[in-house]
Nanobody, 119 residues
Framework: QVQLVESGGGLVQAGGSLRLSCAAS????????MGWFRQAPGKEREFVIG????????IYGDSVKGRFTISRDNAKNTMFLQMNSLKPEDTAVYYC????????????WGQGTQVTVSS
């Protein structure tokens, strides 16, 4: 089992920045990929950005390339999401997720952290 805990959400004005963190614990040796998803009220969950745990290579979603960057600290089993130039449409609950070895999908999820961007 893997536990994921997000932190860093909050309220920010449009054009501002936030940095989210996701700390993984448990069977962290099985991490293949980690990612961030978000869900706005009344909308489906959307893939934001992901990262290969081994290589650090990013995988971008369609809506955030150029504004969001992802990184990880393997030693601390922590992933980061740096969000710049935030827009009101970025308002959502942001979820951290993990794809383990042997799986083709994200099997583990955090509880989510609220990001609210005011205009």
């Amino acid at each position: 089992q893997v536990q994921l805990v997000e932190s860093g959400g909050g309220l920010v004005q449009a054009g501002g920045s936030l940095r989210l963190s996701c700390a993984a614990s448990g069977r962290t040796f099985s991490i293949v990929r980690m990612g961030w998803f978000r869900q706005a009220p009344g909308k489906e969950r959307e893939f934001v950005i992901g990262i290969s745990w081994n290589t650090g290579s990013p995988i971008y979603g369609d809506s955030v390339k150029g504004r969001f960057t992802i990184s990880r600290d393997n030693a601390k089993n922590t992933m980061f999401l740096q969000m710049n130039s935030l827009k009101p449409e970025d308002t959502a609950v942001y979820y951290c997720a993990m794809q383990p070895v042997g799986s083709l999908k994200y099997d583990y999820w955090g509880q989510g952290t609220q990001v609210t961007v005011s205009s």
